[in-house]
């Protein structure tokens, strides 16, 4: 069953992963695989599965059916100390009685490296993390961001085919988060271990990730890149966990020239582009971002073109966000309300206060269509 | 108890010597330092009545003389020290210090596995599987150890169970044997390692174990890598809960040892009531209750803080 090979093109494949505690599946029938060198973002709210299915990988769960593959090789029975992929824990869980050096020397020192190339393999990852000269520090002197890095650095020192991370920027604060964001890919490139990323913050899988999955009970929905998932969700869940869209349910009425005519619950009728990969018959609904919608004061509606979605509608809350101002608008005699953002560089001509009436407008290439 | 006081007044007087600046801060300081006296006045009260005082008693009736029908001369002086080191008594003395470190070091070879499980997988049963450890150690002591003979001796439930089975045809002298006294000592002060023990092992953050299992260590080296050293705090506090009270038991090497069992806390106990020795008793103990400062200190020095507080 083993096969051994050096040049797999995947670091990590799961064939039907299926994992249950007692009555309850945390993983359902998963599969999937991730090439060599790249960022792989898990997403998913908690309870999805999403660590279970990295203790998995790690070897801290046996899965009750399904194969598990570090670079081509089957690892169901390897234990964790034997599995060539580390783990950085959310926690850190960095030894409290060894200094950083020693920290991130324990693993060598396991594998009975001489002491001179443990010692250039230590500078070495401190290098890689910015913290040379710390080593002789002790976990509790550092800030959270420090000891964030000294736990990579501990894990990448054993050269892993895959490093697994738990969520390891929860535990920050939203600016040092950011720059850790930058430093994890930074150090990604430099070492080129794939990285298997377990986060439920959408923001930073679409940032940091070269390709993510989004997870849901068990189950992974759907497959892409940032750009595609975030822009071409496919179901409602992915939709709605990966930014607030607001979501249309309805079908397709008939297929056009330039488009498809959609009647949502409550009989708009929106315009929808042609896919042509899409039996009209699996259109379940639309999904549309709150930055993509313009608003129009109502004596403007006219001068919309044909493709252009129109709805009115009266605005129910205004929240300034900053950056942008987010607006929930409620569409008269239905209680579908849509969100808006409205971005500061964007001009709007309507007096934006609660009770206002207005039109919302956007393009139909906008309308992203959902198969659920 | 004596450590109590101890630490306690280190704490009071560590909070003293800060130098005040500033008058406000000087009635500051005045204010602080007698609600310190407040909190602290009723227990040092009972540790100056029940510690302090017992003890200066001893150390004043270890420098003077006894008469002719064992009462008490007022004279000063060393003899009884001096007796000290011509007599026996030194080998008596090594007994015991053997004894309770052989104690200690079995205790902890049997709480280790038994606190670890309970942290690790005792789940909901942890106070209860606690509570069993603890329930015996709240039966009288004595009731124990004449529990344990019934059950170590000729007529016992172990003699008869080997001889019924026919393994053996005669019973097996346990009692009254040397290792009688170490499985009552063992028996005796177990739980005072465990719980220490179990305190500590129960703090440890699981993801540490596991973290070092991800970096390759196998379980012998988990536990001499991460596991001890992260405990020794509850070994120093076991080692000091366990040791002293040992090194100075008398009931079980007078119970499960036989007459001729001597153990430091046995002589003492003799040199008081049999002897009618009072001086030489009390500077037996004076000797005694200096080996175990002795130890103390030690484990303060080398142990940190931690472990005291975790005795308490």
């Given at each position: 069953?083993?096969?051994s090979n050096?040049?797999?093109?995947?670091?990590v494949?799961?064939?039907?992963?299926?994992?249950?505690?007692?009555?309850?599946?945390a993983?359902?029938?998963?599969?999937?695989?991730?090439?060599?060198?790249?960022?792989?973002?898990?997403?998913?709210?908690?309870?999805?599965?999403?660590?279970?299915?990295?203790?998995?990988?790690?070897?801290?769960?046996?899965?009750?059916?399904?194969?598990?593959?570090?670079q081509?090789?089957v690892?169901?029975?390897?234990?964790?100390?034997?599995?060539?992929?580390?783990?950085?824990?959310q926690?850190?869980?960095?030894?409290?009685?060894?200094?950083v050096?020693?920290?991130?020397?324990?693993?060598?020192?396991?594998?009975?490296?001489?002491?001179?190339?443990?010692?250039?393999?230590?500078?070495?990852?401190?290098?890689?993390?910015?913290?040379?000269?710390?080593?002789?520090?002790?976990?509790?002197?550092?800030?959270?961001?420090?000891?964030?890095?000294?736990?990579?650095?501990?894990?990448?020192?054993?050269?892993?085919?895959v490093?697994?991370?738990?969520?390891?920027?929860?535990?920050?604060?939203?600016?040092?988060?950011?720059?850790?964001?930058?430093?994890?890919?930074?150090?990604?490139?430099?070492?080129?271990?794939?990285?298997?990323?377990?986060?439920?913050?959408?923001?930073?899988?679409?940032?940091?990730?070269?390709?993510?999955?989004?997870?849901?009970?068990?189950?992974?929905?759907?497959?892409?890149?940032?750009?595609?998932?975030?822009?071409?969700?496919?179901?409602?869940?992915?939709?709605?966990?990966?930014?607030?869209?607001?979501?249309?349910?309805?079908?397709?009425?008939?297929?056009?020239g330039?488009?498809?005519?959609?009647?949502?619950?409550?009989?708009?009728?929106?315009?929808?582009?042609?896919?042509?990969?899409?039996?009209?018959d699996?259109?379940?609904?639309?999904?549309?971002?709150?930055?993509?919608?313009?608003?129009?004061?109502?004596?403007?509606?006219?001068?919309?073109?044909?493709?252009?979605?129109?709805?009115?509608?009266?605005?129910?809350?205004?929240?300034?966000?900053?950056?942008?101002?987010?607006?929930?608008?409620?569409?008269?005699?239905?209680?579908?309300?849509?969100?808006?953002?409205?971005?500061?560089?964007?001009?709007?001509?309507?007096?934006?206060?609660?009770?206002?009436?207005?039109?919302?407008?956007?393009?139909?290439?906008?309308?992203?269509?959902l198969?659920? | 108890?004596?450590?109590?006081?101890?630490?306690?007044l280190?704490?009071?007087?560590?909070?003293?010597?800060?130098?005040?600046?500033?008058?406000?801060?000087?009635?500051?300081?005045?204010?602080?330092?007698?609600?310190?006296?407040?909190?602290?006045?009723?227990?040092?009260?009972?540790?100056?009545?029940?510690?302090?005082?017992?003890?200066?008693?001893?150390?004043?009736?270890?420098?003077?003389?006894?008469?002719?029908?064992?009462?008490i001369?007022?004279?000063?002086?060393?003899?009884?020290?001096?007796?000290?080191?011509d007599?026996?008594?030194?080998?008596?003395?090594?007994?015991?210090?053997?004894?309770?470190?052989q104690?200690?070091?079995?205790?902890?070879?049997?709480s280790?596995?038994?606190?670890?499980?309970?942290?690790?997988?005792?789940?909901?049963?942890?106070?209860?599987?606690?509570?069993?450890?603890?329930?015996?150690?709240?039966?009288?002591?004595?009731?124990?150890?004449?529990?344990?003979?019934?059950?170590?001796?000729?007529?016992g439930?172990?003699?008869?169970?080997?001889?019924?089975?026919?393994?053996?045809?005669?019973?097996?002298?346990?009692?009254?044997?040397?290792?009688?006294v170490?499985?009552?000592?063992?028996?005796?002060?177990?739980?005072?390692?465990?719980?220490?023990?179990?305190?500590?092992?129960?703090?440890?953050?699981?993801?540490?174990w596991?973290?070092?299992?991800?970096?390759?260590?196998?379980?012998?080296?988990?536990?001499?890598?991460?596991?001890?050293?992260?405990?020794?705090?509850?070994?120093?506090?076991?080692?000091?809960?366990?040791?002293?009270?040992?090194?100075?038991?008398?009931?079980?090497?007078?119970?499960?040892?036989?007459?001729?069992?001597?153990?430091?806390?046995?002589?003492?106990?003799?040199?008081?009531?049999?002897?009618?020795?009072?001086?030489?008793?009390?500077?037996?103990a004076?000797?005694?209750?200096?080996v175990?400062l002795?130890?103390?200190?030690?484990?303060i020095?080398?142990?940190?803080?931690?472990?005291?507080?975790?005795?308490?």
């Amino acid at each position: 069953m083993t096969r051994s090979n050096n040049q797999a093109p995947y670091a990590v494949e799961l064939i039907n992963i299926t994992k249950r505690f007692g009555k309850i599946t945390a993983v359902n029938d998963i599969s999937f695989a991730i090439p060599q060198g790249e960022i792989f973002a898990l997403l998913g709210p908690s309870g999805c599965g999403k660590t279970t299915l990295l203790r998995m990988i790690a070897g801290f769960e046996k899965q009750n059916s399904g194969d598990i593959r570090i670079q081509g090789e089957v690892v169901n029975n390897i234990p964790p100390n034997k599995r060539e992929c580390n783990l950085v824990f959310q926690q850190m869980a960095l030894f409290p009685h060894m200094s950083v050096a020693a920290n991130v020397a324990f693993g060598l020192v396991e594998r009975k490296r001489p002491r001179p190339e443990i010692k250039q393999k230590v500078q070495e990852m401190l290098d890689v993390v910015n913290l040379v000269g710390m080593e002789e520090r002790f976990p509790h002197q550092l800030s959270g961001g420090q000891k964030q890095r000294v736990a990579l650095a501990r894990s990448l020192a054993l050269n892993p085919k895959v490093l697994l991370l738990d969520e390891p920027l929860a535990a920050l604060d939203r600016k040092l988060r950011k720059e850790m964001q930058g430093e994890l890919r930074r150090i990604q490139r430099e070492v080129g271990i794939t990285f298997l990323y377990v986060t439920h913050d959408q923001k930073v899988a679409l940032s940091l990730s070269d390709r993510m999955g989004v997870m849901r009970d068990g189950k992974i929905m759907q497959i892409g890149t940032p750009l595609e998932i975030y822009e071409t969700p496919q179901t409602r869940f992915v939709a709605g966990f990966i930014g607030s869209c607001n979501i249309f349910s309805g079908r397709v009425l008939s297929k056009n020239g330039n488009g498809m005519r959609f009647e949502d619950q409550y009989g708009h009728s929106l315009c929808v582009p042609d896919c042509k990969l899409t039996d009209k018959d699996l259109v379940r609904g639309i999904s549309v971002h709150p930055e993509m919608i313009e608003i129009l004061p109502p004596h403007l509606a006219g001068s919309a073109e044909k493709s252009d979605n129109l709805l009115r509608g009266k605005i129910t809350d205004v929240f300034y966000q900053g950056d942008f101002t987010e607006l929930t608008i409620k569409i008269p005699e239905t209680d579908c309300r849509v969100t808006v953002h409205l971005s500061r560089s964007k001009d709007c001509r309507v007096p934006l206060k609660q009770g206002g009436e207005v039109v919302l407008r956007w393009d139909a290439c906008h309308s992203n269509i959902l198969r659920d | 108890m004596a450590t109590t006081a101890e630490s306690r007044l280190a704490e009071s007087s560590r909070v003293q010597t800060a130098s005040p600046e500033t008058s406000g801060e000087r009635e500051m300081k005045r204010r602080h330092r007698f609600q310190v006296a407040t909190y602290l006045g009723p227990i040092m009260f009972v540790q100056v009545l029940f510690v302090l005082a017992p003890l200066s008693f001893i150390l004043m009736f270890s420098v003077l003389k006894t008469g002719p029908y064992g009462n008490i001369v007022f004279e000063l002086t060393l003899e009884n020290y001096r007796n000290l080191l011509d007599t026996g008594y030194a080998t008596v003395f090594f007994k015991s210090i053997y004894y309770a470190l052989q104690t200690n070091f079995v205790c902890i070879l049997l709480s280790y596995p038994l606190a670890y499980y309970i942290a690790r997988y005792g789940g909901r049963w942890k106070a209860s599987l606690l509570l069993l450890i603890v329930i015996p150690s709240w039966t009288a002591y004595i009731i124990r150890l004449y529990a344990l003979k019934t059950i170590l001796g000729s007529n016992g439930l172990i003699n008869n169970f080997l001889i019924d089975l026919g393994v053996i045809q005669l019973p097996i002298q346990f009692l009254y044997t040397s290792y009688a006294v170490s499985a009552g000592l063992v028996y005796t002060w177990l739980p005072f390692m465990v719980l220490p023990l179990y305190a500590a092992l129960e703090g440890l953050d699981s993801s540490l174990w596991e973290a070092a299992k991800d970096l390759g260590a196998t379980p012998v080296r988990r536990f001499f890598r991460v596991t001890l050293p992260l405990t020794r705090g509850g070994l120093l506090a076991g080692t000091l809960l366990v040791f002293i009270p040992s090194l100075g038991d008398w009931l079980v090497p007078h119970l499960l040892g036989g007459s001729k069992f001597m153990m430091a806390g046995t002589l003492v106990a003799h040199k008081f009531t049999a002897a009618g020795d009072i001086p030489g008793g009390s500077c037996l103990a004076a000797a005694l209750a200096f080996v175990l400062l002795l130890l103390i200190y030690f484990v303060i020095r080398f142990g940190g803080r931690e472990s005291l507080e975790q005795a308490l």
